[in-house]
């Protein structure tokens, strides 16, 4: 079976808010064999069929853990978490981010995608995170949920997938009345297929461009049309979210920037949103890979979108003698867990709200060493060796994507 090749754009204009207009990378066929990366997703996904419990890829004790009063919601890839809108919506503690899909990756095939799709699907990280500038993200993401559900139908242990999209308005060239919105929301539920789409995201350029609010409460009235049920926010500062949020928009997440290298949520945005019982969504929590154990004696070269996008937090963070620094810790601790640096990063963040982060993924690759995050907790003695390596962070400083959001 011939597998659709998903082509890669130039990286200009693609960085993951810097994209001005609908981009969509052509789908070129390939009837060439499958790749390394396929097989290895269809490797994992045999096992998991022929195994015990059937959604589980690999045997880990620690894994997954009996549910009782004490369990706590990142002990599994399994245990799902509930908005603050009253909705039916619950999503995995692990998101799978489609971010690769805008391109600037390299090809991708779609086939290698979908089996990856599958197989974390299976192990419980069921929730998937796209966006209307990502390319064919939200048409790939429809195809693999309208097979998914057919899998359903004879499987009914299977968990829900949830797809959770973006909203970010070309306010540049266009006006963002409601008719506009709408629009942009029907043209996302006919991608992925669905009558109402799960989550929409809100992402506004640029804060000095009037419409935000406007465009906000649009996303509110269309929630109460019943095409949307929850709405979200995307790279918002502290104070533009509490604009949105004193608005009264019924605002149940905002997904934000979020790593070792990078503590911003911190200062402001932890805080409020714990207080307004706020979800947090953490893209960038392995740093385009920088934070895993594929640097410790590779040269980093800035080869792909998301490497280069991140290289300016690398720097503000303290330049390479830090980041070296940083993961010769990491590796320590890795070692002592018996899980590798990517775990550790991933159980930081996870252990720092909590946050739920946005992983993203082109193959079943790192599938097992990523999930190896809900095995372990990270002890006072293992935080306090970190704190010592980030007291000598410089940064990056400011609220949220603020500098992203100056520099682009």
Same mark, same amino acid.
């Given at each position: ?150 899998? %359903? +139908?004879? /499987? #009914?242990? *299977? ?5 959770? =999209?973006?909203? @970010? ?104 949103? %714990? +207080?307004? /019982? #706020?979800? *947090? ?5 392995? =740093?385009?890979? @920088? ?107 400011? /609220? ?9």
């Amino acid at each position: 079976m011939a597998s659709a090749m998903l082509g890669c754009l130039p990286s200009a204009g693609l960085c993951r808010y810097r994209c001005l207009v609908d981009l969509n990378p052509p789908v070129r066929l390939s009837s060439g064999t499958p790749s390394d990366f396929s097989r290895t997703s269809r490797h994992l996904l045999h096992k998991a069929e022929a195994s015990a419990q059937p959604t589980t890829a690999f045997a880990h004790d620690n894994l997954l853990k009996e549910s009782s009063s004490q369990a706590h919601e990142l002990d599994s890839p399994f245990r799902r978490i509930r908005f603050n809108d009253g909705s039916s919506t619950e999503f995995s503690p692990y998101i799978c981010g489609c971010y690769s899909l805008a391109g600037g990756h390299g090809y991708i095939y779609e086939r290698d995608f979908t089996d990856a799709m599958e197989l974390y699907a299976r192990a419980g990280c069921s929730t998937f995170d796209t966006a209307d500038i990502y390319g064919p993200s939200e048409s790939v993401c429809g195809k693999f949920l309208k097979n998914w559900q057919n899998m %359903k +139908e004879s /499987d #009914i242990a *299977l968990p829900e997938v949830q797809i959770f =999209t973006k909203f @970010v308005p070309n306010v540049f060239s266009n006006n963002p009345n409601f008719a506009y919105v709408e629009r942009s929301v029907q043209k996302s539920m006919d991608a992925i297929g669905v009558s109402k789409l799960d989550l929409v995201q809100l992402h506004w350029w640029d804060y000095s461009m009037k419409g935000m609010l406007d465009v906000a409460l649009a996303l509110a009235e269309l929630r109460e049309k019943g095409l949307v049920t929850s709405i979200g926010t995307t790279n918002m500062s502290t104070e533009a979210l509490a604009k949105i949020v004193d608005a009264g928009v019924p605002v149940v997440s905002n997904q934000v920037q979020f790593s070792l290298l990078d503590r911003r949520p911190l200062a402001q945005m932890v805080p409020y949103c %714990k +207080e307004k /019982d #706020i979800k *947090l969504f953490a893209y960038g929590t392995l =740093t385009g890979g @920088v934070l895993t154990n594929r640097y410790l004696s590779r040269e980093l070269v800035l080869k792909t979108s998301s490497l280069r996008m991140y290289s300016r937090i690398l720097k503000e963070a303290g330049g390479e003698k830090y980041w070296r620094k940083l993961l010769g810790i990491l590796l320590e601790i890795s070692n002592r867990k018996a899980v590798s640096i990517a775990a550790v990063a991933l159980r930081w963040v996870m252990q720092q709200g909590p946050f739920y982060p946005v992983v993203g993924m082109t193959s079943g690759d790192h599938f097992e060493d990523n999930l190896k995050a809900f095995s372990f907790s990270l002890d006072e003695f293992d935080m306090a060796q970190i704190d010592e390596v980030l007291k000598e962070s410089k940064g990056p400083k400011g /609220d949220c994507y603020e500098l992203e959001r100056n520099i682009f």
